[in-house]
T-cell receptor, first 114, second 112 residues
Framework: NAGVTQTPKFRILKIGQSMTLQCTQD?????MYWYRQDPGMGLKLIYY???????DKGEVPNGYNVSRSTTEDFPLRLELAAPSQTSVYFC?????????????FGEGSRLTVL | TQLLEQSPQFLSIQEGENLTVYCNSS?????LQWYRQEPGEGPVLLVT?????EVKKLKRLTFQFGDARKDSSLHITAAQPGDTGLYLC????????????FGKGTLLTVNP
């Protein structure tokens, strides 16, 4: 049972380059999320999706874009990478159950922008 | 503005000691979750508390949700090196319950 799979695990970008972080889940979860984690700052929500074809902004969406064409996949696109986007990115999914939907996280993608 | 304040930020103790970490807010949450994150991994859910005053036990870990549903604590009895990790609390608010707000975390190190 793979759960949430993220690729790549590590990536170095030059300022101004673009890239896509891939995320796929095999649990048939409707809800998917992208978070970034900076040292000592906890997790900040970038974008989320409540189902295929539906996405919305989180706390820190600037510089990122997402799409959700299938239930399984939720890629995160970085356009014109900046040093401020150096971070660890986590994709997560959940099957909402009442008010306490557990988040299942991938292993993270460590991105460095130089 | 940080909705969820966790304290302490860092905690280093010896094996066998007891400890408590806190998660506080001025906002009311419909539910609160605790996650543990190990280096190089994503967070993993430990527990969800939903009812004010609720206490849940998970082996040596005891979780409490405040009566007013604004705060929570995690108590670990007889800590072991395997308890080392980043402990994150996350709160869900009302109708936006699929968007969790995370605290900054408590980094716990248990030395053998």
């Amino acid at each position: 049972n793979a759960g949430v799979t993220q690729t790549p695990k590590f990536r170095i970008l030059k300022i101004g380059q673009s890239m896509t972080l891939q995320c796929t889940q095999d649990m048939n979860h409707n809800y998917m999320y992208w978070y970034r984690q900076d040292p000592g700052m906890g997790l900040k929500l970038i974008y989320y999706s409540v189902g295929a074809g539906i996405t919305d902004k989180g706390e820190v969406p600037n510089g990122y874009n997402v799409s959700r064409s299938t239930t399984e996949d939720f890629p995160l696109r970085l356009e014109l990478a900046a040093p401020s986007q150096t971070s660890v990115y986590f994709c997560a999914s959940s099957y909402k159950y009442r008010d306490s939907g557990e988040l299942f996280f991938g292993e993270g993608s460590r991105l460095t922008v130089l | 503005t940080q909705l969820l304040e966790q304290s302490p930020q860092f905690l280093s103790i010896q094996e066998g000691e007891n400890l408590t970490v806190y998660c506080n807010s001025s906002s009311v949450f419909s539910s609160l979750q605790w996650y543990r994150q190990e280096p190089g991994e994503g967070p993993v859910l430990l527990v969800t508390v939903v009812t004010g005053g609720e206490v849940k036990k998970l082996k040596r870990l005891t979780f409490q949700f405040g009566d007013a549903r604004k705060d929570s604590s995690l108590h670990i009895t007889a800590a072991q090196p395997g308890d080392t990790g980043l402990y994150l609390c996350a709160g869900a608010r009302g109708g936006s319950n699929y968007k969790l707000t995370f605290g900054k975390g408590t980094l716990l190190t248990v030395n053998p």
